[in-house]
C-alpha cells in the first residue's frame, strides 16, 4: 500500500507539471495522496461538470471537424437548415421543431470574428444564441435583445483587448475560444421555405482581419489536439484526456479555482495528457466507480426531472450548479434562458401516469389559460428514451397558436389531442400524434414569455386519458 500511495502521488506531480525538487515529493505522502473515496467523489463531481461540455462538443465536432457529417460546415462558417426538422434529425435531442436553425461552430483563439445579420421583417421572430464551451448563454441578439434591423457584433474571446472596429454594434465576450452559434429563424409555414432561404443566406461570419482589411494574426497553438468524439469515451476514464483537450479552449473562472485544484488531483489538467496505463488498478477502479456514480446521479435527476425553466443562463444565473447544467444538456442541450423562451412539459398524465403511445389523450386550455407569448407557442411531441421527433402519417411534429388550421372551442377553449391514430377528421387540425407505442413526452416552448410564465404563475396543463 505504501509503495502504491507514493507511485500514485508522483504520477499526479506529473500531470500537474510540478517542478517540486524531487525530496519533498517524497515528503508527507500519506497527507497529500488522495485515498480511492477521494478519488472516486472527485471523479464523480469532475464527471458531471464535464458532461455539458462533452456534449457540446459533439455538435461542435459534427459542425467544425466531422466532414462525413451532415451538418458539416468546418470552423466559423454558419451550416442553415431551411426546413423543419424532422424524426431523421439527431444530431440535437428535443430538437426544437418551429424555428428551422443556423448553427455555427466558432473557434476564437487566434483572432475575434464579426457576426453580421440582415434586415428581417417584423413580423417574424429571429434569435441568435451565443453558447460558451460550458453550455452557459452569454449573450443574445435577435427580435427580443436586439431588434429585427441589421447589425455588425464582434464575437472575442477571453483573452482578446483589442481596439473595436468601426461599425460594430457590440462586441460580446466568452469566457471560452470555443462557442456554438444557434441561430433560430421563424418558419411561418412550408410556402415560407424560400423566404427563410434568403434571410439564412445573410447571416455571415467574417474573421476580424477580413472585416478591417488587415493581415491575418498568427495561429494561436494548444498542446493537444481537439480529440476524435467517441460516445464510449465519456463512460471510461478517457473523459478526462478529452476534458484536458477541450479545457485548453477555456479560461479558468476565479470561482473555480479550488474545483480546478481538486480535478488536479485526478490527472484532470488542461494541455496535458492523460495515460491511464501509468495509474495503478485501484486508482483506475476508483475512477471508474465515480464515473458510474455520476451518471447514477445525473439519471436519478433527469427522470425527476418537471421544470425546465432554471436550467439555462449564464454562469451568474446559474450560479456555478454543476448538476443542473448537466441535467439541461442531458435533457434538452441549448435550450434558450427563460426571459427568450420559457420550455415546460411532462412525461405524464393528469394522473401522474407514464404517457404511453397506445392510449388516447386530451390535452385542455381554458381560455385563461392558454400560454401567454408575445411571439408564438408550440408543443413537440419526441419519443423516450431518445427524445426524437415521432414519425407520423400527416408529419406533424408540433403543434401550436401558429399553427394554420387550429381550431378553437366557441368559448375560446383549445383542445389538443395526443394519440398515435387519427381523433376523426373533424378533429385533426388539433391532433398532434403520439408513437404508436412506448412511452412518450411533450416540451412546450413559449417565445417571448409574459411575466406570468416567468414567474411560474401560469401552470401548463395535463393530459388527460380518453375514456
Known sequence: MKNFTAFLFVCILALTACKKDQSKEKQDVSDKTPSANSITAITKEAWIYGYPIFYNYKTIYANALDKTHAAYAGFNNFKSFASSATPADTLVITINNDTPYSMAALDVSSEPVVLEVPKIENDRYYVMQFVDLYTFNYEYIGTRATGNNPGKYLIAGPDWKGETPQGINKVLHSETNLIFLVGRTQLHDPSDVANLKKIQAQYKIIPLHEFTKQAAPPVKKYNLPLPVWKESDYSSPEFINVLNSLLQYANEDSSEKELRARFAKIGI??????????????????????????????????????????????????????????????????????????????????????????????????????????????????????????????????????????????????????????????????????????????????????PDVINNVWKMPLPEIVK
Open 269 to 450: 489538467v488542461p494541455g496535458v495528457a492523460f495515460d491511464s496505463s501509468k495509474y495503478p488498478p485501484e486508482t483506475i477502479k476508483a475512477i471508474e466507480k465515480g464515473i458510474e456514480e455520476g451518471k447514477q446521479e445525473l439519471e436519478s435527476n433527469l427522470a425527476s426531472l418537471k421544470d425546465f425553466g432554471n436550467l439555462f443562463g449564464t454562469r451568474a444565473e446559474l450560479k456555478n450548479n454543476y448538476l443542473n447544467r448537466a441535467v439541461a444538456a442531458a435533457a434538452g442541450i441549448y435550450g434558450n434562458t427563460t426571459i427568450e423562451a420559457v420550455y415546460t412539459g411532462s412525461t405524464n398524465d393528469k394522473d401522474k401516469q407514464p404517457l404511453l403511445g397506445n392510449n388516447k389523450y386530451i390535452l385542455k386550455f381554458s381560455k385563461k389559460d392558454l400560454p401567454e407569448a408575445k411571439y408564438f407557442w408550440s408543443i413537440t411531441m419526441y419519443n423516450l428514451p431518445k427524445r426524437f421527433l415521432v414519425p407520423n402519417p400527416i408529419n406533424r411534429y408540433s403543434i401550436g397558436n401558429k399553427t394554420k388550421g387550429l381550431k378553437f372551442e366557441s368559448n375560446g377553449d383549445l383542445n389538443i389531442y395526443l394519440q398515435n391514430t387519427s381523433p376523426g377528421k373533424d378533429k385533426e387540425s388539433n391532433w398532434l400524434p403520439t408513437p404508436k407505442e412506448g412511452n412518450f413526452m411533450f416540451v412546450t416552448r413559449i417565445y417571448g414569455p409574459q
